[in-house]
């Protein structure tokens, strides 16, 4: 389990050297996964950020540093995606060809055909034919498929939801300091709500599972529980790491089904 801010600043590399820091990451509305990491180059290509697939995410090195499986040159040639303003499918679809990744948007699973996000040495050949395994953007590139400029990719960035207003189901409870993911699949497990304006003093945090609603427009975003389910509950530390007991004891307290066993 990793906070999201404790991971904006992070050095993170390319396979020959450090190319800039995590700036912000871009999540899917409709499943709550993190899709890309928005990077800022800094000096090496001023005034440039890239995105970056959890696809490319090797496993974590260091506490204040993210490795990947690319190189500067590929990152340098990777199409730019202006993060100032929505993220068409198409550039999406773009840019996954450029590194010939799978369309997370097409199979039955959170990432396509898996529920984990792929890497470049898997077998992703046998699961996409039409898709060279391990493009690297030169001229074996797959094909693109065509999608409409305009469509709505569901992406928001982690960066200006947070601060959102919780709603309960009888008053607001709070707003989103955190988020906490899963880095195994790259989920958005929980939000961390700091209640300062309501009950001084605690954090709390609440599954995307239970959310009811969200007013993008407005910043707010509804929950299915009452504010004194809320405040009884147990309250997150965010100075120590989120651990399988404090969910154990959390989903006891909601009764609410717990995502890593199986569902009927």
């Known amino acids: 389990m990793l906070s999201i801010k404790s991971l904006r600043g992070e050095t993170i590399h390319a396979t ?69 303003r929505p993220v068409s499918r198409q550039r999406e679809a773009e840019y996954l060809n450029y590194f010939g990744y799978p369309y997370y948007w097409r199979g039955p699973a959170l990432w396509g055909a898996t529920a984990y996000p792929l890497y470049p040495d898997d077998t992703r050949s046998m699961k996409y034919p039409d898709r060279v395994s391990g493009s690297t953007g030169s001229a074996a590139a797959p094909r693109i498929e065509r999608l409409p400029e305009a469509e709505d990719t569901h992406l928001r960035s982690a960066a200006e939801v947070t601060g959102y207003y919780i709603e309960a189901t009888d008053g607001e409870i709070g707003h989103v300091e955190d988020f906490i993911v899963d880095d195994t699949n790259w989920v958005i497990r929980y939000m961390v709500v700091d209640t300062v304006n309501w009950w001084p003093g605690k954090k709390v945090v609440v599954s995307p599972e239970w959310i009811t609603g969200v007013s993008w427009p407005n910043s707010r975003v509804s929950v299915s529980l009452s504010r004194q389910e809320i405040k009884n509950a147990p309250e997150y530390d965010p100075r120590t790491m989120m651990s399988r007991a404090y969910e154990d004891v959390l989903y006891e307290y909601y009764s609410r089904p717990k995502y890593w066993e199986p569902r009927l």
């Open 16 to 84: 020959d050297g450090d190319f800039g820091s995590v700036d912000d990451f871009l999540f899917d509305d409709e499943n709550w996964a993190i899709r890309y990491l928005v990077v800022d180059t800094g000096k090496w290509i001023p005034g440039r950020q890239v995105l970056i697939s959890p696809v490319s995410l090797r496993t974590k090195q260091r506490a204040d540093e993210l490795r990947t499986t690319l190189s500067k040159e590929q990152i340098k040639n990777s199409p730019d995606i202006y993060t100032d």
